[in-house]
């Protein structure tokens, strides 16, 4: 169910030298950005964690790869305020493949959070949704999702817990945001853009505390 449930593929081009994030008994894991093309002509600047035992000399700025993993979750404090972060996890680089379409994302969870409804000024329906995807080890990804039109309607009458299978595609979205004493900052949200949404029986949530949840997503 570990591979099952959260499956992404992107294929783009590095956009920076590969930093150290982290370390894991003892195994490092690096950060890096990877810009994805869209079909409309625009890209998404996407974060990657790739682990030390997957870097080569082919990792560095200006190549083009593909990327197979999954998308993960975390939750950091910046500001004194905890948010909630997203990466895609490296589990194997490949040389690009022109065929294959460079962003796609397929997700099995449960919702954790209701569903918001909103429409445009333009007369655009969305629906933000918050996926809970079980992970090995007892551990969760909270991934927010993003739909449009029908699609929106419908998931607007979902409710938490209920189980879903998405398909979409891991994206970018820069944002402004007005912090308490009025100053405007800049922003970058990611999200997962869903292009089909089924729902499937009901599954219990993560065993993750209701309360280290709602704080995540803060």
């Known amino acids: 169910m570990d591979t099952e449930n959260n499956q992404l593929t992107l294929c783009g081009v590095i956009e920076n030298t590969p930093v150290l994030d982290h370390e894991v008994f003892g195994e490092n894991f690096y950060r890096l950005d990877i810009r994805v093309p869209r079909l409309s002509g625009a890209s998404d600047l996407l974060p990657v964690t790739v ?9 560095t700025p200006g190549v083009r790869i593909t990327i197979h993993g999954q998308l993960r979750s975390y939750n950091k404090v910046l500001g004194g305020a905890g948010r909630l972060l997203l990466t895609a996890f490296a589990q194997r680089l490949l040389p690009p493949d022109d065929d294959e379409n460079p962003n796609t994302i397929r997700l099995t969870g449960a919702i954790c959070k209701p569903p918001s409804f909103r429409t445009t000024p333009f007369g655009r329906e969305i629906a933000d ?32 817990g209920d189980k879903l299978e998405v398909q979409g595609r ?42 280290e949840r709602e704080n995540a997503l803060q």
């Open 51 to 59: 682990s030390e035992r997957l870097m080569n000399s082919q990792v």
């Open 129 to 160: 949704l918050m996926l809970a995807v079980n992970r090995a080890f007892g551990k969760s990804d909270y991934i927010p999702c993003i739909a449009w039109g029908r699609t929106a309607r419908y998931a607007a009458s979902l409710n938490v």
């Open 170 to 211: 891991f994206q970018s979205r820069e944002y402004q945001k007005q912090l308490p004493d009025g100053t405007v900052i800049n922003r970058m949200a990611y999200e997962v853009s869903l292009s089909r949404l089924t729902c499937l029986k009901d599954m219990p949530l993560p065993v993750q505390p209701i309360l």
